[in-house]
């Protein structure tokens, strides 16, 4: 018995280094560049501000455990190399096979999620950044996670967050929670470049419903001159 489940692992550890790496996508680049600015701003006030430094390494100990994340991922490389098996398995047409594969499946795709909510609690901004590109590994997007995405682009500090966050929610652009989501959010943003990425977005989308809203934010007291000359193209692009 001993024999053959060393073999079973034997095959697992095979598996696994078969599995394909995914190709870098089109976004890659402008989420890498969003991450180092991001990185570059955290050392700079890490440099100038030591006590806040020591407040948060206290308050992350508490609220949050980065080890958490390593644990989920050993847990996804083992579950992933397991569907990899019982597809791999010549015995893999039964029934008993498929329900494996679909409820490992299931797990794996459950354990993603978990970790990209979790990880956008997380106080450091380069971590929550990884979190919103973690939608990407997601084979469904549930509310739960739309609902936190739109959170994070509506009440994110950090201005970067905030740009990828919405890039990746153009992404699902095809869900109409999104897309309302979007519109109310114009009204939440005080950030010139998010208001023009918003801008650029309504237009991508084609989503006319968001022109009352720019009339709206059109109305408020020192707007960007750039952003107000943009939102009147938008207006006129989309009407």
Not at 6 to 19: P, R, S, T
């Amino acid at each position: 018995m001993e024999n053959e489940f060393d073999e079973i692992e034997k095959q697992l550890w095979e598996q696994l280094g078969k599995l394909p790496t995914p190709d870098p996508s089109q976004a890659m680049k402008p989420r890498f560049h969003a991450m180092l600015d991001t990185y570059k701003a955290e050392v700079e006030e890490k440099k100038a501000n030591s006590f806040n430094l020591f407040f948060a390494k206290i308050k992350e100990v508490f609220v949050y455990r980065p080890s958490y994340n390593w644990a989920y991922a050993m847990v996804l490389i083992v579950m992933s190399g397991a569907i990899g098996y019982f597809v791999g398995t010549p015995n893999n047409q039964s029934v008993a096979d498929q329900n494996d594969v679909k409820q490992l499946s299931s797990e794996v795709q459950e354990m993603k999620e978990m970790m990209m909510l979790s990880m956008l609690e997380n106080p450091t901004a380069t971590e929550r950044l990884k979190a919103v590109s973690y939608t990407q590994e997601l084979n469904k997007v549930d509310d739960k996670v739309i609902d936190a995405l739109l959170t994070t682009l509506n009440s994110d500090p950090n201005e970067n967050v905030r740009l990828v966050t919405l890039e990746a929610l153009i992404q699902l652009g095809n869900n109409p929670k999104v897309r309302e989501g979007l519109v109310q959010s114009l009204m939440k943003q005080d950030s010139p470049l998010v208001q023009v990425a918003l801008a650029d977005a309504m237009v991508k989308l084609q989503e006319k419903r968001s022109v009352k809203q720019f009339k709206q934010l059109l109305q408020k007291e020192n707007l960007n001159k750039a952003v107000k000359g943009k939102i009147e193209k938008t207006i006129q692009v989309l009407s």
